[in-house]
């Protein structure tokens, strides 16, 4: 069973940055495509940035060039840093995993919440 551990939210101004972390336990973690996603209120949740096994990102087109994904299969962890944040970046951020066999992500952290202030 995958646990996930994400941390490192909190309530910023616009234009700062911000890295959330997530712990991977329980698999292999090398074999796992990672992603963050976020929701905020009233809307749907929505895939922010993903990494596959081999180091390839994806980001959205919202978060292109100010977020950036990356992950260390040495310690198990996948790294979201956040520049230029703006107030529409907040939500809660949630880390998940699907194994490279599968299509959808069925592994889920708690979520962090990020507050961006104008």
């Known amino acids: 069973q995958v646990e996930l551990s994400e941390s490192g939210g909190g309530s910023v101004q616009a234009g700062d940055s911000l890295r959330l972390s997530c712990y991977f336990l329980?698999?292999?973690?090398?074999?796992?495509?990672m992603a963050w996603f976020r929701q905020a209120p009233g809307k749907e949740r929505e895939l922010v940035a993903q990494?596959?096994?081999?180091?390839?990102?994806y980001e959205a087109d919202s978060v292109k060039g100010r977020f950036t994904l990356s992950r260390d299969n040495l310690k198990n962890t996948v790294y979201l840093q956040m520049n230029s944040l703006k107030p529409e970046d907040s939500a809660i951020y949630y880390c998940?995993?699907?194994?490279?066999?599968?299509?959808?992500?069925?592994?889920w952290g708690q979520g962090t919440r990020v507050t961006v202030s104008s």
């Open positions: 998940a995993a699907k194994h490279i066999s599968t299509s959808t992500y069925g592994d």
């Open positions: 329980g698999r292999t973690f090398s074999l796992y495509v």
């Open positions: 990494i596959t096994s081999g180091g390839s990102t």
